[in-house]
């Protein structure tokens, strides 16, 4: 018979604690940073081709900048025939406009220098402007007579009134349509007072000078009777020279009268009753019947589509230096 055998059964042996694989660790690892080197590569790669199509795209628009000042200046460089020059002046006469002095006479020279140009007509739209910008004009207008023996013809659409009046007396004929606007002969200085106002509504003005006079014509200071007169000799002076230009310029033509340089203005079919003008007639006209060029080339300095890009991409650039430089740490 078998006994039970008394021996203690071996405990069943404990199944050892497997550790977490170090490889699969560096499995995920690798699959996460072989992700992000794609992504960084593929970034890269479209950023390069962005960069890449901004530059094109510059390129193409400095050639296209190129093309449109050849094609807009290219009469200034090819002989032509006899023919009548023309130069626009439009707007108001400023510093910095599209009638500025510097734009004027960059025509202006142009179009004398062309041996082809039998005269040259300056076709005036104008209400005035600067006397500074219409001296200026008016003085090279002269010069430029005289240095190329070529006449200039004026001609007056709708106004050639205050400084474009300045202008026009440098011609050697000034044509006008009857119902033009012409003369304005004089010269003001504009503003507003302010102190009542401020009175009113309890502001203090607090202005604080260096110079008895700097702080003169102040809008929001009581309008002080000495610097009234300084203003108005000085407005008195440049009158007097407004005047003697006109004089100087239609001579024996200029029927003077009490109202000539008061400011008034009159219409064209009056201006050549008066001598400010001297007839009726377009541009075509003088062109066909007074110069005997019917060919009208145009010598007027434009602002073309790439001078505009150009401007607008400049400022645009200096509107992002600024920032950048605000950006920047201050040093205290």
Known sequence: MTQPDDTPSAAPATAPVTP????????????????????????RRSTRRWSLFFRLGWLGLGLFAAWTVYSENRHNSTPTGPHTALVELRGEIASGGESSAEVLLSGLKDAFEDVGAQAVVLRINSPGGS??????????????KEKHHKKVYAVVEESAASGAYYIAVAADEIYVDKASIVGS????????GFDEVMKKVGVERRLLTAGSNKGM???????????RGYAQAMLDQIHRQFIDTVKEGRGKRLKETPDTFSGLFWSGEEAVKMGLADGIGNLDYVAREVIK?????????????????????????????VRALRALPAVH
């Open 131 to 144: 006397p500074v910008q219409a001296g200026i004009v008016y003085d090279e207008l002269r010069r430029l």
């Open 293 to 321: 060029a019917e060919d009208i080339i145009d010598y007027t300095t434009k602002e073309n589509v790439a001078e505009r890009l150009a401007k607008r991409f400049g400022a645009s650039l200096g509107e992002g230096a």
């Open 217 to 227: 014509l102040d809008p929001f200071s009581p309008l002080n009777e000495k610097q």
């Open 185 to 192: 002969i004089g010269v003001l200085m504009d503003g507003f």
């Open 20 to 43: 977490v694989a170090p490889a699969a660790s560096r499995g995920a690892f690798d699959h996460v940073m072989e992700q992000f080197a794609r992504d960084y590569l593929r970034d």
